[in-house]
């Protein structure tokens, strides 16, 4: 009889697409196009300027589009297909390259490029390659279509999922990702209060590294595969 399968949570962030091209948020120093990020990825900020933030999730939505996954991702999703251990992956990224990375079941607790939300209705449907403020709720036909994008002051989506799975773990990995954003930056504490081992494979030490049972320092391509195989 076999070991019990580890439950196993990852949980990435920009870090783990910075090698297949896609500029993580501390490279940019949070700025685009002269906004700070927490200025143009909040509700306040779309009210004020919806085509600058369309703009915005335009130009990541093409460089998503254009990137391919990397050794990171794929190491990822081998993992989770060999079966051995249970394994959910959390990702704070918007990108699809997991999933085309060969991961499945990934939950986006901050959303997706790949969907559009009605403001308005609630409706949510694919995004298409560029949207526009004054395009139509396909349900409700209001022109209040925005990026299903959990933007800063907004819920997260699927939290109670992920406090669950982080309750149950065995194992957390963090991996690229400087831990500044919350409720993410407390998913080691909730799993190590929950008697998990906590490791974190990042390019360099993040706001949390201290925290975690073992960090190590290093580029996602290098290290998950390391970690994986
Ligand atoms: C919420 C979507 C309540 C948009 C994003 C004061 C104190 C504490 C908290 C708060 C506070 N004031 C406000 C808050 C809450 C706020 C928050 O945390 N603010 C921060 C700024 C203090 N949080 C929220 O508002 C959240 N909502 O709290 O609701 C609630 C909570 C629970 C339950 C119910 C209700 C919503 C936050 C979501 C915001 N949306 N993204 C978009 O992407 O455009 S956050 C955005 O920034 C990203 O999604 C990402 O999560 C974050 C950036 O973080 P990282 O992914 O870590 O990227 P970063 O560039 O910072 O770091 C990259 C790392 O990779 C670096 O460490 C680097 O070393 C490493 N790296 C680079 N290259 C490599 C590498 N590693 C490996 N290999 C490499 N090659």
Not at 43 to 72: K, S, T
Not at 189 to 215: H, V
Request: hydrophobic share 45%; aromatic share 6%; with cysteine.
């Amino acid at each position: 009889m076999g070991a019990r399968p580890q439950q196993i949570v990852v949980l990435t962030g920009a870090g783990i697409s910075a090698e297949s091209g896609i500029p993580t948020f501390r490279a940019s120093d949070g700025l685009w196009e002269q906004h700070r990020i927490e200025d143009v990825a909040t509700p306040e900020g779309f009210a004020r300027d919806p085509a600058l933030v369309h703009r915005f999730y335009n130009a990541r939505r093409a460089a998503a589009a254009a990137a391919v996954p990397n050794a990171a991702h794929k190491a990822l999703a081998r993992l989770q297909t060999a079966g051995r251990h249970d394994l959910l992956i959390v990702t704070q990224n918007v990108d699809d390259l997991h999933e085309r990375g060969g991961a499945r079941d990934v939950l986006h607790m901050h959303g997706s490029l790949a969907g559009a939300l009605c403001a308005a209705c609630g409706q949510r449907w694919p995004a298409p390659a560029a949207m526009a403020p004054e395009d139509p709720c396909p349900a409700c036909s209001a022109p209040e279509t925005r990026p299903d994008i959990v933007w800063f002051g907004e819920i997260p989506y699927h939290m109670d999922r992920i406090w669950q799975a982080l309750r149950e773990a065995d194992l957390f990995v963090s991996i690229g990702t400087s831990g500044q954003v919350y409720p993410a930056a407390a998913f080691a504490q909730d799993a190590a209060r929950a008697g998990a081992r906590t490791l974190e494979l990042n390019l360099d030490p993040s706001a949390l590294s201290a925290e975690f049972d073992e960090a190590r320092q290093g580029p996602a391509t290098r290290l998950v595969p390391a970690w994986v195989d």
